[in-house]
């Protein structure tokens, strides 16, 4: 599965969703809660001109 989501210039998570999904409802939804539960993250470098970062990331679950 790949999320999208983006980076606030102070580190919060915004608009996590999924954007290919794993083809299960219930690791769908995990993964965006994932991206709330992880937020805030650290914050973007003073050095960095954008306000928000937006990224693309794989997530995989190993299920046992």
């Known amino acids: 599965m790949v999320a999208r ?3 606030a210039r102070d580190g ?3 608009s996590p969703r999924v954007e290919r ?3 299960h409802p219930v ?3 995990e993964a965006e809660a994932l991206l709330r539960r992880v937020s805030p993250l650290p914050p973007l470098p003073a050095s ?3 306000e928000r ?3 693309l990331v794989p997530i995989a679950f190993r299920l046992r």
């Open 5 to 7: 989501f983006a980076i």
């Open 12 to 14: 919060r998570v915004l």
């Open 21 to 23: 999904s794993s083809g």
């Open 27 to 29: 690791l769908d939804e």
């Open 48 to 50: 960095a001109p954008q």
């Open 53 to 55: 970062l937006e990224l």
